[in-house]
């Protein structure tokens, strides 16, 4: 078991940001559904919910006002196992390749503020129509399916025309699966569990905003990525050293970050006109090592 522990602490202290957000659900996951296994055992399964209440986002703001933490950690949160093996491997598919051609740094930044947006137009929807005026003092959401689907539907806005394979069978480009999906949960909001169909269009719309705006040179992440790095900053030791760089370098620098720009751009237009199968072996890796620096 101490083994299995090194070996999980290692993974995840070297392992990307997507590797870290699905660990942190599960381990969520696993922790809450421990802690309800003694309220069972003494019959006091009436007290069990509470753990839910503590983590999940209620749609009355009021109570919202008192466990503002909640608008984060409802989007960690599971309570059954097919509800986050649904949300882990769509977290997966659409994260490998979010940061393959958008970068690890932006994917963190979109969870998070997908899940943030999710929640907020949950609690806004909630407490504007008269349908939901009895439930919203008891309704609560919880999940990460509003982030993820941020994650996707910025990835398939990004590259509509990649194609993917269907349950392994249908090939279909990846912007009409993401259309799919929104479709779903918007016919499904009247059938059941509403505040988290709310929730994930919440998500999707972020999302569709992100990559929209990514691709005019406006990037939603950039502050939230400056935040986390002046936290991070507090917390380590700096080395002041002074660097000093000549005309020449600056010029050769900027003239080798612009050849590689167009480059990139006129890869990411053959993959709108022809998708991302069309694209030679080099081409790929020239797009994964400009990800990777991105």
């Known amino acids: 078991m101490s083994s299995l522990g090194t070996q999980l602490k290692q993974t995840f202290s070297s392992g990307s940001v997507l590797t870290r957000l699905i660990y942190v659900n599960v381990a969520v996951f696993l922790i809450v559904n421990l802690i309800r296994i003694p309220f069972f055992l003494f019959d006091a399964n009436d007290y069990a919910p509470a753990i839910t209440e503590w983590l999940a986002v209620p749609s009355n703001p009021l109570l919202l006002l008192y466990k503002p933490w909640t608008i984060i950690t409802y989007m960690f949160l599971h309570e059954n196992f097919m509800h986050i093996l649904s949300n882990m491997l769509m977290l997966f598919f659409g994260g490998q390749l979010f940061m393959e051609y958008l970068g690890e740094k932006r994917l963190l930044g979109l969870y998070i503020l997908g899940g943030i947006a999710g929640a907020f137009l949950y609690i806004f929807v909630f407490n504007l129509f008269p349908v939901f005026s009895r439930a919203v003092q008891f309704s609560y959401a919880l999940g990460a399916s509003a982030a993820v689907l941020a994650i996707f539907v910025a990835i398939s806005t990004y590259i509509p025309h990649f194609i993917v394979n269907l349950f392994f069978v249908f090939r279909i480009k990846l912007i009409y699966v993401a259309?799919?999906?929104?479709?779903?949960?918007?016919?499904?909001?009247?059938?059941?569990?509403?505040?988290?169909?709310?929730?994930?269009?919440?998500?999707?719309?972020?999302?569709?905003?992100?990559?929209?705006?990514?691709?005019?040179?406006?990037?939603?992440?950039?502050?939230?990525?400056?935040?986390?790095?002046?936290?991070?900053?507090?917390?380590?030791?700096?080395?002041?050293?002074?660097?000093?760089?000549?005309?020449?370098?600056?010029?050769?620098?900027?003239?080798?970050?612009?050849?590689?720009?167009?480059?990139?751009?006129?890869?990411?237009?053959k993959i709108s006109r022809a998708g991302y199968e069309s694209l030679s072996k080099e081409e790929k890796e020239i797009l994964f090592n400009f990800s990777k620096e991105n």
Do not use: C, R, W
């Open 179 to 269: 259309i799919g999906l929104v479709i779903l949960d918007l016919i499904s909001i009247d059938k059941g569990n509403p505040g988290g169909h709310i929730a994930h269009l919440g998500g999707a719309l972020f999302g569709f905003l992100f990559s929209k705006q990514l691709q005019k040179g406006n990037d939603f992440t950039l502050f939230f990525n400056k935040g986390i790095h002046s936290i991070s900053n507090l917390f380590t030791t700096k080395i002041k050293m002074k660097v000093v760089y000549s005309d020449k370098e600056n010029v050769s620098k900027k003239k080798t970050g612009n050849n590689k720009q167009q480059v990139v751009d006129a890869i990411l237009d």
